[in-house]
């Protein structure tokens, strides 16, 4: 079609990556790209705190231990950030409270569109990334070892690097399944059935557990990250 949508339809998660590092300008238009997409009002209620060090890989690969952490030459932490906010009622000598779920959807969807371009101008420039959602897991520990002050929250790293594999990319739903014309349309449960099959086709001997039984483990029991804990603690709940 065009440059753009043909980069955007090769997608695919890179989890291993080579030892060549991530030229500096490249790191910066990356990050320039990412900070050029949309936000709330122009709030930009994010911040991306950019880890290279070993030393810091490690201790975040300590509490999250997914091998792309440590292969990564470049991770940028994206945190939900309503401090400068508050520093913004400090301004006008006003009230101050960012509680809320809609306040928490400002940031989270800002920090993700911002992400989101961030990881294509990585992979227009050869590069290869996947987000880490897991960190979520580990909200307290994250929030003491990148110093994170209150009204802010871990949302998800990305890390990035020269791709050392390659796959095929990742087939989605039936376009039927997802996208409807005028108003919703509640799907029956075949559609589930017949995605676990491309799924298995797709994943071959990768595969350990079925697509829908990933989402029953996900969705089956109350959730496990801790990320209700900092929010309160962080004063956002
Ligand atoms: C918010 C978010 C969090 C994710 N967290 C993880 C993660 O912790 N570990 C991982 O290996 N992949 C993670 N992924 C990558 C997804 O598994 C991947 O995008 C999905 O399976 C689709 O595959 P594709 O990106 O190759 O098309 C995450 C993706 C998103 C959007």
Sequence with gaps: MNETIDLMLAH???RRFTDEPIERADLEAIITAGRAASSWKNFQSYSIIVIQSEEKKQAL??????PAILQAK???FFVGDHNRASKAAELHGTDFDAKGTENLLISSVDASLAGQNALLAAESLGYGGVFIGMIRHQALAMAELFNLPDYTYPIFCIALGLPAQAHPVKPRLATE????EEEYVEQDIEIIKSYDQIQTVYAGDRQTELWSE??????GQAEQAETKVILEKNKLS
């Excluded at 399944?177 to 409807?180: D, G, K, P, Q, R």
């Design 61 to 66: 690969y300590d509490l999250v231990p997914q």
């Design 12 to 14: 695919s998660s890179v």
């Design 177 to 180: 399944a997802i996208v409807f």
């Design 74 to 76: 470049a991770i940028l």
């Design 214 to 219: 990933r989402i029953v483990a996900q969705f």
